[in-house]
């Protein structure tokens, strides 16, 4: 399979086409963003164990019957996936309250949150990915009531399997944001699961280990990637 043109390219991540009208190669860059783009940064070694932790979670859920869009992983920074119709539509799944949850709501950070809080927002950085809901959706012809249905079903699956998967590694699962898009009449999980887009804190001493380390500009951003991966024994290339 070869590499082709390159067909968009985002904040993190850019798109190739490849000679299967099927398939794209996902090369994560080393660039980090956070506020929509205002913020922006280029890691040493992100774009390596961003692909290496994505591959790994992808795996996880594909073994859990949740399908996804990861192929296999080909170099450091690049892994093959099929291609999807992407929904301009995030899912956003939080077990603690953190972030714009916090800020919205006047909700203190690191309270519990049961039963979890599922939240749409519709991708668009220019309007800051506003909060949207079902009835946006369906009117907006953004995705079908059966598509909503199966992303909420979905998402709540990742988080059954992840929540296990970070907690036997001594990590808590915050939060997080899944993308979605439609492969042959149905819905599969596209883009990425890595700590750009989730939180992931220390169980024991509630550490922050994912972006909010480089939105909040703590430092050891790269570091703290790493540390997550090792726990939970990714090998990670030199
Ligand atoms: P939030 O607290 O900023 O709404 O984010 C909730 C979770 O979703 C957090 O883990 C970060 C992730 N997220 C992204 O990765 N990209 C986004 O554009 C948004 C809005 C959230
Ligand atoms: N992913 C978005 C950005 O890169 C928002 C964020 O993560 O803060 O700007």
Redesign the pocket.
């Known amino acids: 399979m070869k590499k082709q043109a390159e067909l968009y390219a985002g904040?993190?991540k850019t798109v190739y086409t490849t000679d299967d009208p099927d398939k794209l190669i996902l090369h994560f860059r080393n660039d980090t963003?956070?506020?929509?783009?205002?913020k922006v940064a280029r890691l040493e070694r992100k774009g390596m164990v961003n692909n290496v932790f994505n591959a790994f979670i992808m795996q996880k859920l594909e073994a859990a019957g949740i399908p996804t869009h990861f192929i296999e992983r080909i170099s450091d920074e690049e892994s093959v996936v099929k291609r999807l119709d992407m929904l301009p539509i995030e899912c956003v799944v939080r077990n603690i309250s953190a972030g714009s949850l916090c800020k919205r709501l006047g909700v203190e950070e690191g309270r519990d949150l049961e039963p979890p809080i599922f939240e749409f927002f519709l991708k668009n950085?220019e309007l800051h990915?506003p909060m949207i809901n079902d009835y946006h959706i369906i009117t907006f012809r953004w995705a079908t009531e059966q598509e909503i249905a199966r992303m909420k079903e979905l998402t709540f699956q990742v988080n059954t399997v992840l929540k296990q998967l970070f907690a036997d590694a001594g990590l808590l699962l915050v939060d997080y944001k899944l993308e979605f898009g439609r492969f042959g009449g149905e819905l599969v999980l596209g883009d990425e699961f890595t700590p750009?887009?989730c939180r992931l804190w220390d169980a024991e001493t509630r550490r922050k280990l994912d972006?909010d380390r480089f939105?909040q500009g703590l430092g050891g951003v790269v570091e703290a990637y790493e540390e997550v991966a090792h726990r939970l024994g990714i090998e990670l290339p030199d």
Do not use: L, N, V, Y
């Not at 963003?33 to 205002?38: R, Y």
């Open positions: 904040k993190a963003s956070a506020f929509d783009g205002e950085d990915d750009d887009g972006k939105r």
